[in-house]
């Protein structure tokens, strides 16, 4: 199927004209929607005349959200893929990323040209700076200066809008929380037509022309994601670089924000701090999380604040989110029933199939663990490049095998039980690390935590966790190991607890295990 999004956008800019489109905190920055398909006509038209690129050509962007915002989603228009890499990766990631799929342009911030130039440079790849650079760099060109010389004539072109073989609007690299990321290719569909799902604007955004502040990455999935559904809405990009929520209080108080989207240990920091009580929080009409498990004691605090405003989304970089939703009207907190469905990551979004299967993929009924695996509008055929992954990750169906385990009720509802390899066996016994962080950040000393699985002689794996105090708690290791025992089977209980003043986290706000691990193995 063709589709020309060039026309798709203009039709967004004529409806929503002069309302705003993006809106820039830190740089005190606003484009209305006219604005923003005019400048994204013009920046399409620079990289096919003023480059030569074309159609199966990639450019790349290295970027923070306040100049992302002016990428996603106006340049799905643009027949030359787009290749979103993270700009708080590590250089080493990047020029990785960067050698697999092999742009012939990047857009970058300025302060990232020293780091990353004479990389870019020996692999004869063009540079653009966001903000005019502070010497002369050959290969660099200024971003303002190629868009004011650009024509701003429509972008007309056609490609095919469901098969990534023939065209790929986005690749984007999986977080990589556990080992080396994979490139995931996106067709149109996989993007533009799952923001159409009606799920978004039913519970997301029930509301005309929403202020939707981001603070977590534009360009990874999770957040990225409601971006869409919040331009068919006609609604403004509000955009913070950093997740500090001192900035984020601020933002939503002075823009009248009505939407975030956030990571829990964000949400978790605004309640250490008593966010609600230093800003004015009241123009909040939904709060959209996801990412990482949420812990149910803190979700109850959270619900007990802002009220029923809260909307789940669980999905992956396979399978742009969200492949389950748990509404506003799941999030009670009156009932057993209520309380238990608080656990869960809701029901499968309209047209996505969920499924859980054992080893050999049989599917297994309702009740049962087992893996869990996507198909949907949404999930990728396969990752780019990467034959054996694809082959290794896909059933032959098209279905994506997740590394989830979780299990349905019998009304639907998907719960995660933990990810595959995070599932630690000690003694013969398998224990959940999600089970176990959700009983020690049940403890009111405890802001976050992270369990993992050490190599034991005897045990095969003994239960260890890094865990994180909230700010003037004195709170022991033992005493925490303790409060476990008395609410799980000793042999889940942690043998090892170790403090710390932070977990380490990936730029999506998702703890790395890799690390945790290091530090729990490091004897020092």
Not at 148 to 169: L, N, P, R, T, Y
Not at 365 to 386: L, V
Request: charged share 20%.
């Amino acid at each position: 199927m063709y589709v020309n999004m060039g026309r798709i956008l203009q039709q967004s800019a004529l409806r929503f004209a002069d309302y705003p489109a993006v809106i820039n905190v830190e740089r005190g920055r606003r484009f209305t929607y006219a604005r923003m398909h005019e400048l994204s006509n013009r920046l399409s038209n620079a990289l096919k005349h003023r480059f030569g690129l074309c159609r199966g050509d990639f450019y790349a962007t290295i970027l923070d959200n306040d100049n992302m915002a002016l990428f996603h989603p106006w340049m799905l228009k643009c027949p030359v893929g787009a290749v979103w890499i993270d700009v708080r990766d590590s250089t080493e990631a990047q020029v990785h990323q960067i050698d697999h799929v092999q742009p012939k342009l990047i857009f970058l911030e300025e302060r990232l040209l020293p780091l990353l130039y004479e990389d870019l440079q020996a692999r004869e790849i063009n540079m653009v700076a966001m903000d005019r650079p502070q010497k002369s760099w050959p290969q660099v060109y200024d971003f303002w200066d190629l868009v004011e010389q650009a024509a701003a004539v429509e972008v007309g072109e056609e490609f095919v809008a469901d098969d990534s073989s023939k065209h790929i609007s986005v690749l984007r690299f999986t977080g990589g929380t556990t080992g080396l990321a994979k490139c995931a290719p996106y067709t149109l569909f996989n993007l533009w037509i799952w923001g159409c799902n009606p799920a978004h604007f039913y519970e997301t955004f029930p509301f005309e022309h929403p202020r939707a502040l981001f603070f977590s990455p534009l360009h990874h999935a999770a957040s990225g994601s409601v971006v869409i559904p919040a331009h068919i809405k006609g609604g403004a990009i509000i955009t913070l670089n950093q997740a500090d929520p001192e900035s984020v209080g601020s933002a939503i108080e002075a823009e009248k924000a009505d939407m975030i989207y956030a990571v829990p240990t964000v949400l978790y920091r605004m309640l250490e701090i008593n966010l609600p009580h230093t800003y004015d929080l009241s123009s909040l009409k939904t709060i959209r999380y996801g990412g990482a498990p949420i812990s149910p004691s803190k979700l109850e605090v959270l619900l007990e604040i802002f009220g029923r405003i809260f909307v789940q989304g669980y999905g992956s970089t396979e399978c742009w989110p969200s492949v389950t939703i748990l509404g506003r009207k799941d999030h009670g907190t009156r009932t057993p029933q209520q309380l238990q469905r608080l656990l869960s990551v809701g029901r499968p979004m309209p047209g996505e199939e969920v499924i859980i299967c054992d080893q050999e993929g049989q599917v297994l009924p309702a009740g049962q663990r087992g893996e869990i695996w996507i198909r949907g509008p949404n999930t990728i055929e396969g990752y780019y490049k990467a034959p054996e992954l694809t082959q290794e990750n896909f059933s032959s169906s098209g279905f994506w095998k997740s590394g989830d385990m979780g299990y349905t009720d019998e009304q639907g509802y998907v719960y995660l039980v933990d990810r595959k390899q995070d599932m630690i066996i000690t003694g013969g016994y398998n224990v959940y690390a999600v089970e176990v962080e959700n009983c020690l950040n049940s403890h009111p000393a405890i802001q976050n935590s992270a369990v993992v699985g050490i190599p034991h002689d005897l045990w095969g794996e003994e239960v260890c966790a890094l865990v994180m105090r909230v700010h003037g708690s004195t709170i022991s290791a033992q005493e925490l190991i303790d409060h476990c025992k008395r609410h799980l089977a000793h042999y889940k209980a942690p043998k090892k607890i170790k403090i710390t003043d932070q977990l380490p986290l990936s730029p999506a706000g998702k703890v790395l295990r890799r690390e945790v691990r290091r530090q729990l193995e490091h004897k020092g």
